[in-house]
């Protein structure tokens, strides 16, 4: 393994942290459309282009339904290929998400998380990707700018791996992370060319009966696209879904190699657990919000109240087993929730970590809060009120509300 | 389904086709299909070019066109480009 090798430390925003690793990643084709708050990221990497400083082939579309649609096709050629949205965007692109993941490419996409409209609002919350939690995209959200670009990097290696071969999409919050400035430790471009490498060509069975790599090739035509009906389309979804199975030990596996030439890991590549060996009480979070909860679980620890959080850096795939061993323990947990999932009880993220400890020997209690919506503000005031329920809870083992709003007027 | 059918193991990955589309016949659900009259045709050649579906084909050893009905979706440009109205569109049915 190689050693590690001293970073660079820069001052950059989110959007400039994954804008740097696409660069660094030698991307072949990115296609994108400019939204708020992702215009960053495309606009950083516009200026490389403009600059002669990368040789990708940079397509301005005019809708993100075409970005991605061309950043499709560009994969289906065995490129190398990025793009990166927001809300009403990605919602946009929604038809071409389930194209993508069926067709096997394995695009990689930035998402800065923001709020759907009505009424209109850029600021951050999960709403968006959120959406797109059945469109067979990889989905990792991040705490930090650093995080943001070390999971660029590891996004390739993941989504190019031949026994994946999915998309993947990088979360990272708006505004929270996408506009403010960090410290970023930067590695080389030579360390990040050798942990990237080349892209990785699974390998199909062609009408010809030859077996080829997964490419457009003029010299080994194929049919990509084509039409399956009653009698194929179900065995095609099933490898998708082994697929994503495949992706929770390659995200692992990635996570742990970079560790060894970063020195930086994020839990397992699944979960991130803080202080929760020990606990009784538990917050579950995604996103930017676990650093403030690490600082409040901190505060209690010092009180004496055996407080831990659990942070779900992977969504999807949904890592069941580390979800359950982390959390089975536990006598309360909270699963924090930055979007809606309207008439459904309680939000996605609750739904799913309920739906893991299903199985388990012991059920905790489980409540969930909503919170952020809109770039609601969650000071670490506010937030503090949550483990404070989850104590009230263990106390009096009674819960009053399974579903709460979080810093709204009531 | 037939238990000739292929598992979601053996098959290639994202609907990459094991086998050539040509097999597949495309054109059994036309309403209206061309038929030719030899006297006026000149074997000029215009529906062959015209043809989306590549479905008539030129037989220079017998000097004449002939329509592959696997394929034709008896969309009729042949019928309406013919300089001679050599060809007519008439009723699958009939």
């Known amino acids: 393994m190689q050693k590690q090798q001293k970073q660079e430390t820069m001052a950059l925003n989110g959007d400039e942290a994954v804008a740097l690793a696409v660069k660094q990643c030698d991307v072949d084709v990115v296609a994108a459309y400019p939204i708020t708050p992702q215009t960053i990221i495309v606009e950083k990497f516009s200026e490389y282009v403009a600059n002669g400083e990368v040789q990708t082939e940079f397509v301005c579309t005019e809708s993100e339904h075409s970005a991605i649609t061309a950043c499709l096709a560009a994969a289906a050629t ?195 657990a803080y202080k929760i060996d020990d606990a009784e009480i538990a917050v579950i979070c995604v996103g930017s919000t676990s650093g403030t909860l690490k600082t409040i679980v901190d505060e209690l620890r010092q009180e004496g109240v055996k407080a831990g959080l659990l942070r779900l850096r992977t969504f999807r795939p949904l890592p069941v087993e580390a979800l359950k061993n982390a959390l089975e323990n536990l006598e309360v947990i909270v699963v924090m929730d930055k979007s809606m999932s309207f008439g459904g009880e309680g939000g996605a993220v609750f739904h799913e970590v309920r739906h893991a400890l299903y199985d388990g020997k012991n059920h905790p209690k489980i409540i969930n809060y909503i919170y952020g919506l809109g770039g609601r503000d969650h000071s670490p005031r506010e937030l503090r009120k949550v483990f404070e329920e989850a104590m009230r809870i263990a106390k009096t083992g009674r819960i009053e509300k399974q579903i709460s709003y979080l810093g709204l007027r009531e | 389904m037939s238990s000739k059918e292929k598992t979601w193991k053996e098959i290639s990955m994202a609907g990459v086709c094991s086998r050539s589309s040509t097999g597949f016949m495309t054109g059994d659900w036309k309403t209206y299909m061309p038929t030719r009259d030899l006297e006026k045709c000149t074997v000029c050649l215009t529906c062959v070019m015209l043809c989306p579906e590549g479905a008539i084909r030129f037989r220079p050893e017998m000097k004449k066109i002939e329509f592959d009905y696997s394929f034709c979706k008896g969309c009729g440009i042949c019928a309406n480009e013919c300089p001679t109205k050599a060809i007519t569109m008439k009723l699958e049915q009939e």
């Not at chain 1, 850029?122 to 991040?142: F, L, N, T």
């Not at chain 1, 996004?155 to 996408?178: C, H, N, Q, R, Y």
């Not at chain 1, 080829?212 to 194929?222: A, E, F, R, S, T």
Request: net charge negative; no cysteine; hydrophobic share 40%.
């Open chain 1, 78 to 272: 065995g490129a190398r290929t990025f793009t990166a949205s927001a809300s009403a965007g990605l919602a946009l692109m929604h038809e071409m998400l389930f194209v993508t993941s069926g067709s096997r490419a394995p695009v990689v996409m930035a998402i800065a998380n923001r709020a759907l409209s009505a009424p209109l609002n850029i600021h951050g919350d999960h709403s968006d990707s959120m959406a797109e939690r059945d469109s067979g995209w990889i989905q990792i959200y991040v705490e930090n700018a650093q995080e943001a670009y070390d999971s660029i990097l590891q996004a390739f290696k993941i989504a190019e791996d031949t026994g994946v071969s999915l998309p993947i999409i990088i979360g990272l919050d708006g505004f929270t992370l996408s506009h403010t400035l960090e410290n970023v430790d930067v590695l080389s471009d030579e360390m990040v060319k050798q942990f990237v490498g080349e892209r990785q060509l699974p390998s199909v069975l062609t009408h010809e009966g030859k077996t080829v790599p997964y490419k457009l090739d003029p010299d080994n035509p194929m049919t990509m696209g084509p039409i399956a009906l009653q009698n194929y389309y179900f065995e095609f979804k099933r490898q998708q879904e082994e697929a994503m199975q495949n992706a929770l030990k390659v995200i692992e596996q990635v996570n742990s190699e970079y560790a060894q030439i970063s020195g930086r890991n994020y839990g397992n590549g699944l979960v991130e």
